[in-house]
């Protein structure tokens, strides 16, 4: 894989290897924040030496029919001095339930279903994230990140069966707007006990706690946009944000043992576009590799590019050179979990395809590329696969789930009714027993997978919000 710069290192730490690919899209709007319950009660302040930047912000949490107030104190003590405000939070819980949860789920993995008593691996699929060592509860919550000024994230327990109960929604004070065609789903990602949000200018932090509250909420500001995070090693938060009309700004922070992100390394990538749309990333499961896809708004004629960021070897950030990755427009980038599949939702806008990745991740010229076009291959928005073998799950926006397979081509097995319309993101359980659906409206729906992977059957509804937009979510462990 060509690697053609080195970014500069603010900070003596391992580099990470990131891939980029953008599409082209409009990335501006509004919304409205979400609704939800939830109570503050003390604050603290870090100060946290960095390069300059702004000091973090912390603000009085509202949701409906319940206010709290949360005062904040911030101290500075140099020009070069990041400010961090932390705010411990606690909520009251709603239930708003189409069903109540039943029973509990054996300990899993995010690439096969086992049973255990809780003590084991547990690979976060589509964030890079692995956690060894520690004790896991058995359950699983769907967290979610809400757009809206603020923004906020709710927490949903998944049941075993698919039923969905509402545990309540939080303030993450800061700001995130993009438009209603410009999905952020990888806006949210999860370290160790912390969930970590992208926030326009900002980075959100919450300590998750095994019963599905969320405390500690803080943002801190940055010096460049960040439209996704990714979390690698549960020590180390990667960052991207389209920065001017066609530059990418990668960023790398190492996490300190309270959460807090200090910038290590910082780099940009220009794309060779008037504009940017749509920028969208993916991790590779088990390889040091990001891939990011970039395409243009309006230059129909012009290809996608991708690139891929390395974070190895130590103390470097690599970039290779710009990928030709065929024709403009995407709407969703994924890697499977054994990262042998590139897959791109939406390709050239009424197509699927993916490529087939070697051994050392990287991507292969145009002309390898499976593209399938037409019904039932258009109109995709949003990708989940499971975590072993090659089926996958795609949504389209004529209201119907498709179940694929990635055989040397794409093979359809068919389709089933879905509850959301028009735009949605998929998650599956680490176990691949249930297929979530976030739809944009903020009404979520659960599907009960079969144990062959190809049959899909509703299993409940639950509207968290009607006024809010959703932008993501993951699926982590719980009570």
């Known amino acids: 894989m060509p690697m053609i710069k080195a970014s500069r290192a603010l900070h003596p730490r391992t580099v990470l290897l990131t891939a980029a690919l953008a599409a082209g899209c409009g990335n501006t709007g509004s919304d409205d924040s979400s609704t939800g319950s939830s109570t503050s009660t003390t604050v603290a302040t870090t100060t946290t030496t960095s390069i300059p930047t702004t000091g973090a912000t912390v603000g009085p949490t509202s949701t409906t029919g319940i206010t709290s107030d949360a005062t ?66 058995p359950g699983r919550c769907f967290v979610t990140h809400d757009g809206g000024a603020p923004a906020s994230s709710t927490v949903i327990r998944v049941g075993q069966d698919g039923s969905l109960t509402d545990l309540g929604s939080t303030s993450l004070v800061g700001s995130h707007m993009p438009a209603p065609t410009a999905f952020r789903t990888e806006a949210i990602t999860r370290c160790n006990d912390r969930i970590y949000y992208a926030l326009g200018t900002r980075i959100g932090a919450a300590v998750f706690s095994a019963d599905g509250s969320l405390t500690d909420v803080a943002t801190f500001e940055q010096s460049a946009p960040v439209d996704a995070v990714f979390c690698v090693d549960d020590d180390t938060l990667l960052t991207f944000g389209t920065n001017v009309a066609s530059t990418v700004a990668i960023r790398r922070h190492a996490l300190a043992s309270d959460g807090t992100p200090s910038l290590e390394f910082a780099d940009d990538v220009v794309f060779p576009f008037p504009d940017l749309g749509r920028v969208h990333g993916a991790l590779h499961p088990t390889l040091p590799l990001l891939y990011l896809l970039a395409s243009s708004s309006f230059c129909i004629m012009c290809q996608q ?84 073998g090659d089926l ?67 299993a409940a509804t639950l509207d968290i919000a009607s006024t809010q937009f959703f932008q993501a979510g993951i699926v982590v462990p719980c009570d």
Not at 78 to 95: H, L, N, Q, Y
Not at 314 to 325: E, F, N, V
Not at 437 to 453: P, R
């Open 72 to 137: 904040s104190t911030t101290s500075t003590s140099a020009t070069d001095t990041t400010i961090v405000t932390t705010t411990t939070m606690s909520r009251t819980s709603t239930d708003a339930t189409t069903g109540s949860s039943s029973g509990s789920e054996t300990g899993s993995t995010g690439t096969s279903s086992s049973s255990g008593t809780g003590t084991e691996s547990e690979t976060g699929t589509g964030t890079g994230t692995a956690t060894t060592g520690t004790e896991e509860p």
């Open 305 to 388: 590019q991708a690139v891929i960021v390395s974070y190895e070897p130590p103390m470097s950030l690599s970039i290779s050179s710009l990928i030709a990755m065929g024709d403009n427009f995407h709407l969703n980038l994924h890697v499977n979990a054994t990262g042998d599949v590139l897959h791109i939702t939406a390709y050239s806008g009424d197509c699927t395809a993916y490529h087939d990745l070697p051994p050392d991740g990287s991507i292969p010229p145009p002309a390898a590329i499976k593209i399938l076009c037409g019904s039932p291959w258009s109109n995709r928005v949003a990708t989940a696969s499971r975590g072993a």
């Open 392 to 458: 996958f799950y795609e949504k389209r926006t004529s209201q119907s789930l498709h179940v694929g397979e990635w055989s040397n081509g794409l093979v359809d097995h068919g389709a089933t009714g879905s509850v959301n319309p028009d735009w949605a993101v998929l998650a599956l359980t680490h176990d691949d027993t249930v297929l979530i659906e976030g739809g944009q409206n903020g009404v979520l729906a659960t599907y009960t997978v079969s144990g062959d992977g190809l049959t899909l059957t509703l």
